[in-house]
């Protein structure tokens, strides 16, 4: 018992002693320090709207500290990038203390101011650390872009919109009751996370079939890992004024909800749909409520719900793809399709006369997934639906067979997708060629595909791609 009374103030006195012990640091040109990148890259950068951030640390593997004379940027002051070390903002930072077998975090910023130019551009810069009579050197380099910058932006009139710069959204975005925005091929149209689509009025998309004239719609953030994320911005709303729009050759991309169209129009369909692809859309990726949809060529693909038409309403699909896999964003466990013909208002059911024909068309999702019937209809009240499925590639484990459904000659096997890896959300939705797919479609009028490519007068492919 003497012995451990002794040993607890011994033990007390190591700890004192190794905490009063001071750290040990070398002047050794010998001594290296590494850094956890030689170059940082930034992604495209809008002019005026700076970054996010991103990180180096700067190692110390030696067994005694390091004193670091001074961390500075090359351009100084001047330069578009902004350094903060360890928390002490520079450009130029002195006296760093890097601990043995410890390293500092340096946090990198960049601002682009605009120029004369509409193409892409590269900033560049260095960051230069010092120490025991050494330099060491980290690369920083960026794409800016000039755009368009529109913040809380309401159009009345008719505005159109060239491919000149990109646009990019922050707040909101208004077509007004009045109004038609017309936005010619090629634009590029990047949302900031608060800033939805709205459309009161009229919307032309006037893409064309090649990438570089296909118009997009996406999130602002270009960096990775964010620029592949869903829910990046609300989507594109057609309220209850909207009327008469077109949407020909667009993406629409990595928004909450892709495409929402609401009420009917006033003349004629209220959203015509034209090769167009909405995918990665974290809820809805077309989502429409008693309402009038015509779509042709349209690719709707790994959203949380991809095709919700409720409320009745008028439809028309030719030669769509309406389908999803499990992937690191998306977890797939809702039908790709759900129709039906009444809203819940309250706790009253709403119902409405519903007309929906679907010919040439695939909807599909994992064969091993949380989903048997990929198609989810639902009729409420006396009034009985038109609805036609019409050569169309499905996952159902039956038909549906209530009164008012019609479907033709359905297949129910495995679509044969020419790629898909969800490990490397890698998503080919053209057809193999021995798809069951392949020539089982009927002549609807549709004389090309989603790509642009002909499609043939008798037997075309289902789904959006014809296998050329």
Known sequence: MKFVKNLVPLATLILFLFSCRKESFTSSADAKLQTSVDTLHFDTVFTTAGSVS??????????????LSSVRLGGGAASPFKINVDGVPGPQVGDVEVLASDSVYVRVTISINPNALNL??????????????????????????????????????????????????????????????????????????????????????????????????????????????????????????????????????????????????????????????????????????????????????????????????????????????????VQHKEPVFILTNYTVQGNTIVTAGLNASFTNCIFFGEQNGFVNNEVAIDIKGSQPPNINFNKVLWRMQAPPSATGITVTTPVNQLPLFD??????????????????????????????????????????????????
């Not at 991103?54 to 004193?67: E, P, T």
């Not at 960026?142 to 000149?164: C, L, M, P, V, Y």
């Not at 959204?169 to 689509?197: E, Q, S």
Request: aromatic share 10%.
């Open 54 to 67: 991103q990180y180096l640390k700067i190692i110390n593997n030696n067994n005694k500290g390091i004193r």
């Open 120 to 329: 892409a551009f590269i900033v560049r810069d260095s960051i230069e650390i010092n120490y025991n009579g050494n330099r060491q050197f980290v690369q920083l380099d960026a794409f800016g872009q000039n755009a368009h910058f529109f913040r809380n932006r309401k159009i009345t009139g008719s505005e159109a919109w060239n491919n000149d710069l990109p646009y990019v959204i922050l707040g909101r975005l208004t077509v007004d009751t009045t109004a038609t925005l017309t936005i010619n091929k090629g634009c590029k149209i990047y949302m900031h996370a608060d800033a939805p689509f709205i459309i009161n009025g009229s919307l032309q998309v006037n893409g064309e079939r090649y990438d570089s004239t296909k118009v997009l719609f996406t999130g602002d953030r270009l960096d990775e890992p964010y620029k592949n994320y869903p829910a990046s911005y609300p989507g594109l709303i057609f309220t209850g004024s909207s009327k008469n729009n077109t949407i020909n050759y667009a993406i629409i991309k990595n928004s909450y909800q892709g495409i929402a169209v609401i009420d009917p129009s006033a003349s004629g369909t209220k959203l015509t749909l034209n090769e167009t692809i909405i995918d990665n859309a974290y809820t809805n990726g077309l989502i429409g409520i008693n309402t009038s949809v015509n779509a042709r060529n349209v690719l709707i693909s790994n959203c949380g719900q991809n095709l919700a038409l409720g409320g009745g309403g008028t439809y028309d699909f030719k030669h769509c793809t309406v389908a999803s896999y499990s992937n690191s964003f």
């Open 419 to 468: 790629s898909i890896n969800t490990a490397n959300r890698f998503f080919n939705f053209r057809l193999k060629d021995n798809s069951p797919a392949k020539n089982t479609g009927i002549n609807s009028g549709v004389t090309i595909d989603l790509d642009g490519n002909p499609r043939p007068v008798g037997l075309p492919d289902l789904g959006s791609y014809e296998k050329q």
